[in-house]
C-alpha cells in the first residue's frame, strides 16, 4: 500500500488454503485497479441511439426504480430479471437474491455460475442429498490416488497444483496421479497416467473403470450395503461397460481404463478433482454422479484423503450457493420449489405468505432467450460480461438490444456488456469493499476493505441497497455495514446443511477463516462433510444413480469434422476486463492461440503458426494456431478470454452452441462442431 493505492499483492502464510501462496493473475492485478477504464461515475442515456452521459446516484436509481415500476405494471414480475456473479462477495449476493426473489416478486436471478458449477451443485445434491463439496484442501496431503477430470488444475488452481505436485514428488512411489483431459496441459506433465479420451465421453470411462473394479473386487461392500441406495440399479448398467466397449466410446485403450480403475481402487485414499471438462456438458450432472458413484462404492468419502471434490472456479461461486443465488435456490441451500422453505424465507424477511413465488425462475440463458422472445423487459446485470463470456453471442447481442431496459453494475467500460447498457452503475471491486467468501472447502473467508474506491464507485451490496429504498422498501433493507448483511444471511442458514450461524465477521477477523457447517459461535467448523456415514436423504443413505454415455448435442460430421473445446490459459481471467489491463499478462499470452493436432492440421492444409479460421453453424473465429500432438485428434481447443471487443473473430462464442444439461442447465462450452481452414490475407 502506498498513497491509498495497491502496490503489491501477496499471500496471508497465516491463511488455511493457501499458506500464502497466490496466483500469477492476482500478482500482477494492482495496475488494473487504478487503471484507464475504471467506471467512476452513473452513467445513463435519455433513449435507446442516445450517448450515456453522466448522471448523478441519485438520479441514475431513481431512473431504474420508475423504469421497473412502469414494467411490473405493464408485464408483472417476472419481466424483470437479474444476472450476477461468483464474484460477488456473500453479503452482495444476498441483498440481491432478496431484493428480486422477496420484493421485485420474481424468481429471474441467475448468476454466471450457471455456466461453471451447476451441474455439480445439481450432482451433489442428486447423489449426496445436498449440494456441498464434502472434502478438504489438507485432504490433498493425505491423498494417495488422485483422480483429475476436466481440470487444467494447474493453469487455473496453481495454489491446490503446487500442493498436489508436493505430495506427488514427496512419495513419488506411493502416490499415483490421473489426469482425465484430451489435452496434455501441464497438469497431465504431472500425471502418471494421461487419459486423452474423446471429448464428452467421461461417462463412459467412469462406469468403466468401476465394471472393472466391481470384477476385481475392489468395491467396499460393507459401506455399500450400510450407507447406499441404488446398487442393483447401477450395478446393470455397468455390465454394458467393459472395458473393451469403454475404450471404443472414449477412444482410450482397454488396458489404459484398467490401469485408471486399479490405481483408484488400491488406493488408501483416493481423491477426486473436477472442473470445467466435466460440468460444462449436456451430460454434466450425470458426469458428476459418475463420478460420485464411484467414491460411494469403494466408500471413499468422508475420510481423510477421500472424496469428491469439485474445484470451484469463481473466488465466491461457493457463497453463491449458500445465499440462494441460482434461479432455483433460496439462502440455505433451499429449493424454491419447497412450500416450507418459502415460508421460513418469507418470516424471516418479514413479508406475507406467499410473497416468494412457488415456480424457480429462468436460468442464465433462458433469461436471454426470454429477452430476445420479448417475455423478459428489463435486465440488471452485475459483476459479469455475459456478451462475451455467453455462449451464442449473436443471441446475447440480441437481447440486449431488444430489452426495454439494460442495467450494467461493473468495475471497468467499456466491456462487451457494457455497450448496451442504459444505465451504467460504477461498482467497487477487491479490495475496495469488505465482505465474506467461501472457497471449494466450504471456508469462509472475511476480506476486508483496504483501499478506497475511486471515483463515485460504490459497493455492490450498497448499490442494491439504496435501490431498495428508492423502491420504498426501506424498511426491510436497515444496512449500515455488510457485517449486519451477513449477520441476517448468517441466521437465515440455521439448521440447514450450510448452517453458518455461528460465524460473523468479528469472528472471522479475530479467529481466521471457517470451513461449514458452524452451528455455533462457539463451533470450530467442519473439515469434512460426512464423516458418520449419514446422509441427509430421507433415508441417511447416499444415492448411486444409474448413468449412460451420451454422445456431445453437436457430433463432428463431414461439413464440420472436428469438435472444439475451449477453456482457460494461465495468464488470463475470463473476459479480461482486469488481465488485459495487466501489461505483465499481456506480455505473456497477447493473443489467443488455437491449438490442433498435427493429423488434423494436415488434414485441413494448415501449419504450425498459421492463422486459421474455424467456423461452426454459429459463426466464426479467427486465431493463430499451434500444431502439435499435445492435443487428441479429431478435437481443437480454443481459450476464450477475448471477447468480440479485442477484435471480433477473436471470440471463441462466436462458435459454441447453447444446448444445455436438462437438469443443471448449463450449456455444453466444451464441445461443438467445428471446421478449420487457413485464413486468406493472414501472414503467411
Ligand atoms: N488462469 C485462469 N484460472 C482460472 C480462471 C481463468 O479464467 N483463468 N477461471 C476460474 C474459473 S471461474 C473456473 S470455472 C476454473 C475452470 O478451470 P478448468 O476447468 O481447469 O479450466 P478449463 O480450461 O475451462 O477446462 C479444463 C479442461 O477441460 C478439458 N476438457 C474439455 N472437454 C473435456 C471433456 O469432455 N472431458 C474432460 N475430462 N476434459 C475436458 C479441457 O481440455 C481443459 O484442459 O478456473 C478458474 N481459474
Ligand atoms: N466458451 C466458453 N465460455 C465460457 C467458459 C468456457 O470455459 N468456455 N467458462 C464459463 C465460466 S466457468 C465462467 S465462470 C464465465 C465467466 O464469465 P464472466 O463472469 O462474464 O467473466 P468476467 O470477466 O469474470 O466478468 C466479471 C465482470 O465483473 C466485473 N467486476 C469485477 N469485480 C467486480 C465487482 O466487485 N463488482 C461488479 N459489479 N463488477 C465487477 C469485471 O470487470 C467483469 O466485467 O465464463 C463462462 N464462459
Ligand atoms: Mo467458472
Known amino acids: 500500500m502506498r498513497d491509498g493505492a495497491v502496490t503489491r499483492v501477496k499471500g496471508d502464510p497465516a491463511h488455511p488454503a493457501n499458506f500464502g501462496d497466490v496466483c500469477a493473475k492476482a500478482v500482477h492485478l494492482p495496475p488494473a485497479l487504478r487503471a484507464p477504464g475504471r467506471l467512476l461515475h452513473p452513467m445513463a442515456r435519455a433513449r435507446r441511439g442516445a450517448p450515456l452521459e453522466r448522471v448523478p446516484w441519485e438520479l441514475a436509481l431513481r431512473t431504474v426504480a420508475e423504469r421497473f415500476r412502469e414494467i411490473l405494471a405493464a408485464h408483472g414480475p417476472d419481466a424483470i430479471a437479474f444476472y450476477a456473479s461468483g464474484q460477488l462477495l456473500t453479503e452482495e449476493y444476498y441483498v440481491a437474491g432478496k431484493l428480486a426473489k422477496g420484493f421485485v416478486g ?18 451433489y445434491a442428486r447423489s449426496l442429498g445436498a449440494d456441498g463439496p464434502p472434502a478438504a484442501w489438507e485432504d490433498i496431503e493425505r491423498a494417495d490416488c488422485f483422480l483429475l477430470v476436466g481440470t487444467n488444475t494447474a493453469d487455473c488452481h496453481p495454489v491446490a497444483f503446487k500442493r498436489i505436485r508436493r505430495r506427488k514428488r514427496e ?119 459418475a463420478i460420485i458413484n464411484l467414491h460411494l462404492a469403494t466408500g471413499q468419502i468422508g475420510r481423510p484423503g477421500a472424496g469428491p471434490f469439485s474445484l470451484t472456479g469463481q473466488p465466491n461461486a461457493m457463497g453463491g450457493r449458500e445465499t440462494g443465488g441460482l434461479a ?42 426470454g429477452l430476445a422472445a420479448g417475455e423478459v423487459r428489463a435486465i440488471w446485470i452485475l459483476c459479469t460480461n455475459p456478451a462475451a463470456s455467453l455462449p451464442d453471442l449473436d443471441l446475447v447481442e440480441k437481447a440486449l438490444r431488444q430489452a426495454d431496459l439494460v442495467v450494467v453494475q461493473d468495475a471497468y467500460d467499456p466491456t462487451e456488456t457494457t455497450r448496451f447498457a442504459d444505465v451504467l452503475l460504477p461498482a467497487a471491486q477487491w479490495p475496495e469493499k469488505a465482505g465474506v467468501m467461501t472457497s471449494s472447502e466450504r471456508r469462509l473467508t472475511y476480506l476486508p476493505k483496504l483501499v478506497e474506491p475511486p471515483g463515485e464507485a460504490r459497493p455492490d451490496a450498497e448499490i442494491l441497497t439504496r435501490f431498495a429504498h428508492e423502491m420504498g422498501w426501506k424498511a426491510a433493507f436497515p444496512y449500515e455495514s455488510p457485517a449486519e448483511i451477513f449477520d441476517e444471511f448468517a441466521t437465515l442458514t440455521a439448521g440447514t446443511v450450510c448452517d453458518c ?20 459461535a462457539d463451533h470450530p467448523g467442519t473439515a469434512r462433510l460426512y464423516a458418520d456415514g449419514r446422509f441427509p436423504t430421507p433415508d441417511g443413505r447416499a444415492r448411486f444413480v444409474p448413468v449412460e454415455h451420451d454422445e456431445p448435442v453437436e457430433p463432428p460430421d463431414a461439413a464440420f469434422p472436428l469438435t472444439l473445446t475451449t477453456g482457460r490459459v494461465r495468464d488470463h481471467w475470463h473476459t479480461m476486463t482486469r488481465t488485459a489491463r495487466a501489461p505483465a499478462l499481456v506480455a505473456r499470452t497477447p493473443e489467443p492461440v488455437l491449438e490442433v493436432n498435427l493429423h488434423d492440421a494436415r488434414r485441413a492444409g494448415i501449419q504450425d503458426g498459421d492463422f ?43 462458435l459454441t452452441l447453447a444446448a444445455r444439461d436438462p437438469l443443471s442447465r448449463q450449456p455444453e462450452l466444451k464441445a461443438c462442431a467445428v471446421r478449420l481452414r487457413r485464413a486468406a490475407g493472414g501472414p503467411a
Open 328 to 369: 432455483h435456490l433460496l439462502p440455505g441451500y433451499r429449493l424454491v420449489a419447497d412450500a416450507a422453505a418459502r415460508a421460513a424465507v418469507e418470516r424471516h424477511w418479514g413479508l406475507p405468505a406467499g410473497a416468494i413465488a412457488a415456480t424457480p425462475g429462468r436460468p442464465a440463458l433462458e433469461i436471454f432467450e
Open 106 to 123: 420474481t424468481n429471474n436471478l441467475d448468476t454466471n455460475s450457471r455456466l461453471c458449477m451447476a451441474s455439480a451443485a445439481a450432482g
Open 501 to 520: 450461524s455461528g460465524v460473523s465477521h468479528a469472528r472471522l477477523a479475530a479467529e481466521g477463516p471457517l470451513q461449514w457447517p458452524v452451528p455455533a
Open 612 to 654: 486459421v479460421e474455424i467456423t461452426s453453424r454459429r459463426g466464426k473465429a479467427i486465431a493463430q494456431c499451434r500444431v502439435s500432438a499435445a492435443i487428441r485428434e479429431g478435437t481443437c481447443f480454443l481459450p476464450f478470454h477475448w471477447g468480440r471487443r479485442a477484435g471480433f473473430y477473436k471470440s471463441a462464442n462466436n
Open 171 to 289: 512419495a513419488p512411489e506411493d502416490v499415483s496421479v490421473i489426469v482425465v483431459d484430451p489435452r496434455w496441459t501441464e497438469t497431465a506433465d504431472l500425471a502418471d497416467l494421461h487419459l486423452p479420451l474423446r471429448p464428452g465421453s467421461d461417462i463412459a470411462l467412469l462406469n468403466g473403470m468401476l465394471h472393472v473394479l466391481r470384477r476385481e473386487g475392489l468395491l467396499d461392500a460393507g459401506f455399500v450395503a450400510a450407507r447406499t441406495s441404488g446398487w442393483d440399479a447401477l450395478r446393470a448398467v455397468l455390465e454394458r461397460y467393459p472395458p473393451e466397449r469403454a475404450a471404443v466410446l472414449t477412444g482410450l485403450s482397454a488396458e489404459s481404463i484398467v490401469a485408471a480403475a486399479l490405481r483408484f481402487g488400491r488406493a488408501r485414499a483416493a481423491l477426486s478433482l473436477w472442473s470445467m471438462g466435466v460440468n460444462q456438458s449436456h451430460v454434466g450432472t450425470d458426469k458428476n454422479a
